[in-house]
Nanobody, 136 residues
Framework: QVRLVESGGGSVQPGGSLRLSCEVS????????VGWFRQAPGRQLEKIAT????????ANGGSVQGRFTISQDNTKNTVYLQMNSLETEATAMYYC?????????????????????????????WGQGSQVTVSS
């Protein structure tokens, strides 16, 4: 049973930084996708960064390019989202989500990483959510 446990949300002033953590358990092998998504009030869920855990290949959405960084610590089975230069528009509920790209029948790391980067609906496992508030 796949389980995602988030930590690290909170309040910060504009220009500040926060780091979110997502501890992932339940996969038998490290060849899955983990993504960070966010949903601001009145807006749709937005995918902001993904990582394919098999190789560590990452992808960032255009709206956070250069300011948010996704990474993983394999010794802790944890994926992080480092958020720098935060703006008030970053206020949202942030979710860690996961997908098993092998369910598509693909096996090679190149294709699995591409699925992690391109897919959205395949991310069916959710963390509990972390509120991030950026305000002066």
């Amino acid at each position: 049973q796949v389980r995602l446990v988030e930590s690290g949300g909170g309040s910060v002033q504009p220009g500040g930084s926060l780091r979110l953590s997502c501890e992932v358990s339940g996969y038998t092998a490290r060849r899955h996708c983990v993504g960070w998504f966010r949903q601001a009030p009145g807006r749709q869920l937005e995918k902001i960064a993904t990582i394919y855990t098999g190789t560590g290949i990452t992808a960032n959405g255009g709206s956070v390019q250069g300011r948010f960084t996704i990474s993983q610590d394999n010794t802790k089975n944890t994926v992080y989202l480092q958020m720098n230069s935060l703006e008030t528009e970053a206020t949202a509920m942030y979710y860690c989500k996961s997908a098993d790209p092998k369910e598509t029948g693909r096996a090679c790391n190149f294709m699995l990483a591409r699925i992690c980067r391109r897919a959205t609906d395949a991310y069916t496992y959710w963390g509990q959510g972390s509120q991030v508030t950026v305000s002066s």
